[in-house]
Nanobody, 126 residues
């Protein structure tokens, strides 16, 4: 059973940067596309970014294109989300997730993902 643990969240001013990490343990996420999602209070969980196993393809939601970058280090079983030019509307709990059986790329439906981390809070002040 793969376990995912996010870290790197915090409070930052608008325009600032944060780097989130997601470490896998208890197994390997070898071969799995990995995604980042976020959920703001009162809103549904939404897709943020996805990276394929080989890192050859990345996908981003429109609101964060050009500001966020997803990457992974398979040797370290870790996925990253570099977030620059943060805005107050980026405030949310950020989750990483592993998709064992991707139906399509990118798969933006959170219900299709099999493993989830506990989330890390990102708060952007104006």
């Amino acid at each position: 059973q793969v376990q995912l643990v996010e870290s790197g969240g915090g409070l930052v001013q608008a325009g600032g940067s944060l780097r989130l990490s997601c470490a896998a343990s208890g197994g390997t996420f070898s071969g799995y596309p990995m995604g980042w999602f976020r959920q703001a209070p009162g809103k549904e969980r939404e897709f943020v970014a996805l990276i394929t196993w080989s890192s050859t393809r990345t996908y981003y939601a429109d609101p964060i294109k050009g500001r966020f970058t997803i990457s992974r280090d398979n040797a370290k079983n870790t996925v990253y989300l570099q977030m620059n030019s943060l805005k107050p509307e980026d405030t949310a709990v950020y989750y990483c997730a592993a998709d064992r059986y991707p139906r399509t790329l990118p798969d933006t439906d959170p219900t299709h993902y099999d493993y989830w981390g506990q989330g890390t809070q990102v708060t952007v002040s104006s």
